[in-house]
């Protein structure tokens, strides 16, 4: 295992004194996040959640999408899983990738540079064969998520200026990412309020008892910053 660098360290030890082992409101954990030490690169931060909910229950499963305010600070590289008209549609909307059978194909033998993965309900039947590569990695097209869809004009258009998919894993751990590290203070906390009002409405109608068991806010190399539920 690599040792802790300098940077992280200094970075636990500022958490630690601002927060001690208590949780913080969202403002001023977006304060404390953006105080940090930083790397050479604009950090992308991102949301953590312990849901209260029985991921071996198939009704439990947490998923969905939102369109931040503010966006992700990233371009998302769009695949699209259709064909005839809604192919050109897709181009016209700014796909970054476009096909049928033939993208099937190349995905099936191991082809994944895209960040996001829209389909025509037609092309279900087909895209099967691919659960299992792109279901691991949160990428199989999904309804509820609103990347199984008839319109891909305006899927397209949502997931290339900014919306986010966000998917529960087998441990009710849910990570998302809510904007970048330069972003102002406003437009992360603006982006958080959204990512968990989105996570509040996917709350499934089954689940009993608290459902944000524990929230965190963190960039992709700092430590976790915990989060006073009530106020986040």
Known sequence: ???????????????????????????????????????????????????????????????????????????QRVAVFCEGDAAKQAEKAGADFVGGDDMIKKVDGGWLDFDVAIATPDMMSRLGRLGRVLGPRGLMPSPKAGTVTT?????????????VEFRMDKTANLNAPVGKISFEEKAIVQNVNRMLEAIREAKPATAKGTYFQRISVSTTMGPGILLEIATA
């Open 1 to 75: 295992m690599a040792p802790e660098s300098k940077r992280m360290r200094k970075s636990r030890e500022k958490v630690a004194e601002v927060q001690q082992t208590n949780p913080i409101s969202l403002d001023q954990a977006v304060t404390l996040l953006k105080s940090l030490p930083q790397p050479k690169f604009d950090q992308t931060v991102e949301i953590s959640v312990k849901l209260g909910v029985d991921p071996r229950k198939g009704d439990h499963m947490v998923r969905g999408s939102v369109s931040l305010p503010n966006g992700t600070g990233k371009t």
């Open 151 to 163: 319109d891909v004009t305006k899927a397209v258009t949502e997931f290339k200026a900014g919306r």
